[in-house]
């Protein structure tokens, strides 16, 4: 079997976790690709990568690359993204992963032309403790899914460097940890929404900064969704049933959940390793290559990406590059 050589596109924080956790027995980081050489030089030397490449497109020229990870800003990612596809290589990219979802349709359409896998970094895709989740509610015994009620507040320090702030590299709440809240949410839902309605402050740069989301889908089930970057909330989602609900604390890389019954007995649902986060997107892309067999929630991705298309015409709020 032939160990399937990784490179990195982007080498920020996120990267740095990514290499810095990077455990899989058939594949290795083989590259990585700033756009200078002393960064990817140096990153490379940090993490044990025998390839530094200055730019993007000479790391997207080397045959040996098999798959490569976008780490970039999520402004970036579409251009990358059908850049790695053209030139042959598999693509895992990070969350948000295009800035709309005519971006997304062309990604797909050539990774279908040219047979390759494209899936997005989106952990609740990958942690293994959503499949037990979806294994729990498939026995019928919790009755009919209800509400959904899902938050994620992050209090960020005015920067206006920081990718939050910066309108000029599609920041805010929305794209950035809005994807997460309803990915759960489009996660648990039996279909998508069909009825969407909201409401936003923008941040005195232009983007988004807090916003209150109300979808319902023609299964009559209904989720509120809430995220701001100015203010601590946690992180969690109640997934309710006639019969009971669900809640998982910290859902972006959770690896426990309880469910509450009717009669106010507790279970504990455990999974997976929060730690290993990375790991499970990585084993994912690998299998699905190895394989050849599609299962990368990529229809999730568009629904949700479509969603917040709807929300972001709604609130009035264009990115001038898209």
């Known amino acids: 079997m032939k160990e399937l050589n990784w490179g990195i596109l982007g080498l920020g924080s996120i990267a740095s976790s990514f290499a810095a956790t990077f455990a899989a027995e058939d594949a290795k980081i083989y590259a990585a690709g700033s756009r200078t050489i002393e960064k990817a030089s140096e990153f ?40 790695s596809l053209k030139n042959g290589k598999h693509v895992l990219c990070e969350k948000a992963m295009v800035m709309n979802n005519q971006q997304l349709e062309a990604a797909m359409k050539v990774a279908k032309e040219k047979e390759l896998v494209l899936a997005e970094a989106m952990t609740i895709y990958h942690m293994p403790l959503y499949q037990e989740l979806k294994k729990v509610m498939a026995d019928g015994s919790l009755g ?35 994807t997460y809240a309803l990915s759960f949410a489009r996660f648990f839902l039996s279909s998508q929404p069909n009825e969407i309605l909201t409401t936003m402050n923008f941040y005195e740069t232009g983007v988004d900064e807090q916003a209150g989301v109300l979808l319902k889908n023609a299964d009559d089930e209904i989720a509120t969704v809430s995220f701001t970057f100015r203010a601590k909330m946690p992180k969690q989602g109640i997934v309710a049933f006639e019969n009971g609900y669900l809640t998982v604390t910290d859902f972006p890389r959770a690896d426990e959940a309880t469910l509450t019954h009717s009669d106010g007995t507790v279970d504990r649902i455990q999974a997976g390793d929060t730690l290993q986060a990375m790991n499970y997107e990585i084993a994912h892309v690998n299998e699905m290559i190895r394989s050849k067999e599609d299962h990368s929630s990529l229809d999730l991705t568009y629904d949700v990406t479509e969603i917040m298309d709807t929300l972001r015409e709604k609130w009035g709020l264009h990115f001038d590059f898209e």
């Open 44 to 83: 490379a030397e940090k993490h044990g990568i025998e390839k530094a490449y200055g730019s993007y497109d000479e790391l997207l020229s080397d045959p040996n690359v098999d798959v490569v990870y976008i780490a970039t800003p999520h402004s970036h990612h579409a251009d990358l993204i059908l850049k």
């Open 144 to 178: 009919k899914l209800k509400m959904i009620q899902v938050s994620f507040g992050s209090l960020k320090e005015t920067d206006p460097t920081n990718r939050f702030f910066n309108k000029e590299i599609a920041g805010g709440a929305l794209l950035d940890i809005g």
